[in-house]
Every structure is written in C-alpha cells, then in structure tokens.
C-alpha cells in the first residue's frame, strides 16, 4: 500500500472481502467496509467515482460519513474468484488519473498471482 501510495500520491487500502488490511494510512487498518463496497468487490468490477464528474460517492466504512471526492476500487481476482481490492481514496481537490488506475490494475494481477 506504501509503494503505491507514494507513486500516485493518494491514500491506499488493501482489504480482503470485508476489512481493511493494509494501508498506507494506519486509521484505516482492520477497519471493515460498507456491504456497498463489499458487493462491489464481489462483482469483480472496478469502479472509479469523481465527485466533480457528478457521480454518486459510496460510504466506504459504516456509520462514517463519505470524506472522499475521488474514489476507486481495483478487485483482486483469482481463478475467476475475488479475494479482496486495492483501493484508493483521494480527500483533496486533485483527483487520480488513468495512469494511477493502470498501477492499481496492475498490483491487483501481481497480488492475486502471490496467493496460492
């Protein structure tokens, strides 16, 4: 999550189906998703939101109010299975781009090739 975040310069999260588990900010580790986020990743489909494009922003965490104008979710899948996301949540003004997209896209294959 560290590598990542430093190379797209926004906050990172790794989480299995239902928590968080890596993150390049500690407040967010072991917290657990919304069944929103969750049905997402379940669904194996990357999802990219901007509040300046005018989509809808998930609630990532239940109970917290959405802080994030940027969103993205990356679903690890392996053997057609999803096993967990990369995600990235931006709070600031400068939103990801499609390269930051395509670095996700590719940790996800790398990590799903690691899991036996």
Same mark, same amino acid.
């Given at each position: 999550?560290? /590598?990542?975040?430093?190379?797209?310069?926004?906050?990172? !999260?790794?989480?299995?189906?239902?928590?968080? !588990?890596?993150?390049?900010?500690?407040?967010?580790? @072991?917290? $657990?998703? *919304?069944?929103?986020v $969750?049905? =997402?990743?379940?669904?194996?489909?990357?999802?990219?939101?901007? $509040?300046? #494009?005018?989509?809808?922003?998930?609630?990532?965490?239940? @109970?917290? #109010? @959405?802080? +994030?104008?940027? $969103?993205?979710?990356?679903?690890?899948?392996?053997?057609?299975?999803?096993?967990?996301?990369?995600?990235? !949540? /931006?709070?600031e003004?400068?939103?990801?781009d499609? *390269?930051s997209?395509?670095?996700?896209?590719? +940790?996800?294959k790398? =990590?799903? @090739?690691q899991?036996?």
């Amino acid at each position: 999550a560290n /590598a990542i975040s430093v190379s797209i310069d926004h906050d990172v !999260l790794i989480s299995d189906m239902e928590n968080i !588990l890596s993150s390049s900010k500690k407040k967010y580790i @072991n917290k $657990q998703l *919304s069944e929103e986020v $969750q049905e =997402l990743i379940y669904n194996k489909d990357i999802v990219v939101k901007k $509040q300046d #494009e005018g989509s809808k922003m998930l609630t990532f965490f239940p @109970n917290t #109010e @959405n802080e +994030f104008c940027c $969103q993205l979710i990356v679903p690890i899948v392996k053997d057609g299975d999803a096993l967990g996301s990369i995600i990235i !949540l /931006a709070t600031e003004n400068k939103c990801f781009d499609e *390269s930051s997209v395509k670095i996700c896209k590719t +940790f996800a294959k790398y =990590l799903s @090739n690691q899991i036996s």
